[in-house]
């Protein structure tokens, strides 16, 4: 065993990646971002020490945490060279917080911290000291079950912290939550029982996370609203824009504005078609292709540039034609591609390289023609409210079904596709995250107006949908969330997905189906808790589920 990584539900053989990735991440990447989720620790008793002492330290402390953990998730930064330097500079802050605090009076030792918070080394002794400090240096199988669910969850929570952070929003009770969560997966001292209400409270900061970043998105860009949305292409040569960072989306937006070169999103960006602020821009086209795991296709036959502002990346083989034509911004990364520098001083990121690039480059070939529809986040759906009310009343719409979360590459997915195809005609599905990409091509039909898919946005967005469900609770006057005739079915792939649960978990959701396989990092004790609290369960066939969701 070379690495141990199992935080998707790709990970190999159902139980974890050992030798590489599935996802293509190689052994030492994957031990660098150990070593960084280590430190990281380290960094974090720190500053909790700082603020229990009323002791302020600089604040870019809190980004450097929360852009760290975002860096290590599924499929966003494959660069070992990155990681090697964050290390470095993780071990800089965290020695250099340490000082002041002993400055300050502070007797650390006394403070027993954890080995985290210690060792040092240098990047020569790195690699040795990864293979010490990963996901199996908890032993026991339900403790380090638990400090993973909860490890991945602050790994999605901080993703979203960022991309408002980006957009000038912060909750600094969030940087707190992830720092002293982080730390307290050092503490042996915990009970499971400490580390379940941990894993709720995770959830809680996922909620408000996300009503963050919805905050920052609609302040910022507007609300969503419906919006059909072109998939084919246009003449010019253009830039697909992958990812979730709409403060990327909006200075490509502005920096391509009147330079003859189009914008296309892709996969999890395809939300930005929905806002208004977008909107207006004449030579954003519409949305490129599918979800992540098409793009080795797919970029080939786009001709232009591709900008990854964050996941899910998949590495190129050598010889692809888009190889040379990748770039990647923010928490994505991979060695050999340029990488669009972060904003300094409040300017803007610098576009100019890849839109260079993209002038010199053929116009995308078209794959698809026609339009999708989406923009039904929680603002434009309430607006719809009395509509959709009437329909349940009436009968019209028997059931709702959220199926948010992630699409991803193995077969068992088309599970997905052939339940939203069988679904009866009077039942409508909300979703938010790429997995909508399994059946949003369907021509499922509308219900009186209203479309059978409702897509709200990006994974992030499944807030709209937990919105939208409390509305449904106050108009029909439930007690419950779950008396409302919402099931839920999930495709999880990333850590964000996890973040996603745990915030329906925190908010009371029940019965949630969780596909298509059940995380690896579950222990069959911690599964065992999750099913008989909350009732999680797995998927089985399609026309079993159907029937079992719709009685
Ligand atoms: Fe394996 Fe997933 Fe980890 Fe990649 S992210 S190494 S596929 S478990
Ligand atoms: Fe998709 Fe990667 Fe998770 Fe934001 S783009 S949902 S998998």
């Keep these: 065993m070379s690495m141990f990584c199992y935080q998707c539900q790709e990970t190999a053989k159902g139980t974890g990646c050992t030798i590489q990735g599935v996802c293509g991440k190689k052994d030492d990447v994957a031990n660098m971002q150990d070593l960084l989720m280590f430190v990281l620790k380290g960094i974090s008793f720190y500053t909790k020490t700082a603020r229990d002492k009323g002791i302020e330290y600089d604040e870019k402390i809190n980004k450097f945490v929360f852009d760290g953990l975002f860096a290590t998730i599924t499929n966003a930064n494959f660069s070992k060279q990155i990681f090697i330097e964050r290390v470095t500079s993780a071990l800089e802050i965290r020695n250099s917080l340490r000082k002041k605090l002993e400055d300050a009076g502070v007797n650390i ?64 009770e969030l940087y707190k939550f992830m720092q002293d969560t982080l730390l307290a997966t050092t503490d042996n001292s915990l009970t499971s029982d400490q580390l379940v209400a941990l894993t709720l409270q995770t959830g809680k900061y996922g909620v408000e996370a996300m009503a963050l970043l919805d905050k920052a998105n609609t302040s910022s860009y507007g609300n969503p609203e419906i919006t059909k949305v072109n998939i084919g292409v246009k003449d010019n040569p253009g830039i697909l824009i992958s990812g979730h960072d709409l403060k990327d989306m909006e200075e490509l937006l502005k920096q391509t504005d009147g330079t003859g070169v189009d914008v296309y999103t892709h996969s999890e960006m395809l939300p930005a ?27 080939e036959t ?88 009437d329909a349940v009343k009436s009968g019209a719409i028997k059931k709702f079904f959220v199926m948010a979360g992630c699409d991803g590459r193995m077969k068992d997915r088309d599970y997905y596709t052939e339940f939203a195809d069988k679904l009866p005609k009077d039942t409508v599905i909300l979703t938010a995250g790429c997995a909508k990409y399994r059946y949003n091509k369907l021509q499922l039909g509308d219900i ?15 807030y709209s949908l937990a919105v939208i469900a409390l509305k449904l609770k106050e108009v029909f006057q439930k007690n419950d969330i779950n008396e409302l005739p919402i099931a839920y079915n999930i495709a999880w792939y990333e850590q964000k997905a996890v973040i996603v649960l745990l ?8 019965n949630i189906h969780l596909g298509p396989t059940l995380p690896a990092f579950l222990s069959p004790n911690v599964a065992k808790v999750l099913v008989e609290t909350f009732g999680i369960a797995g998927i089985g066939t399609v026309d079993e589920d159907i029937k079992m969701f719709m009685n």
Excluded: M
């Design 503 to 510: 915030a329906l978990l925190y908010l009371g959701v029940k």
């Design 302 to 389: 786009f001709n232009g540039p591709i900008l990854f502002t964050t996941n899910c990346l998949v590495p190129p083989k050598k010889d692809a034609g888009y190889y040379n034509k990748v770039y990647t911004t923010g928490a994505a990364g991979f060695d050999g591609f340029p990488h669009i520098a972060d904003r300094v001083n409040g300017k803007s990121k610098d576009f100019s390289q890849i839109i260079e690039h993209a002038k010199k480059c053929a116009s995308p070939i078209e794959i698809e023609k026609g339009e999708i529809i989406g923009g039904f986040a929680h603002n434009q759906v309430i607006q719809l409210a009395d509509k959709v009310v």
């Design 273 to 299: 078609n929905y806002y208004p602020a977008f909107k207006k821009y004449k030579h954003f086209v519409g949305n490129y292709g599918n979800s992540w795991w098409k793009q080795k296709e797919e970029f």
């Design 109 to 172: 030792e006394v403070l027993k911290p954890h080995s985290s918070a210690i060792w040092d080394g240098t990047p020569d002794t790195y690699e040795e000291k990864a293979k010490l400090v990963g996901v199996l240096a908890t032993e026991n199988e339900d403790v380090r079950s638990l400090r993973e669910l909860i490890t991945y969850g602050l790994k999605g929570l901080a993703a979203y912290t960022e991309h408002a952070f980006n957009l000038g929003y912060e909750n600094k």
């Design 448 to 462: 009186g107006g209203i479309p059978r898919v409702l897509d709200a946005g990006q994974c992030n967005d499944s």
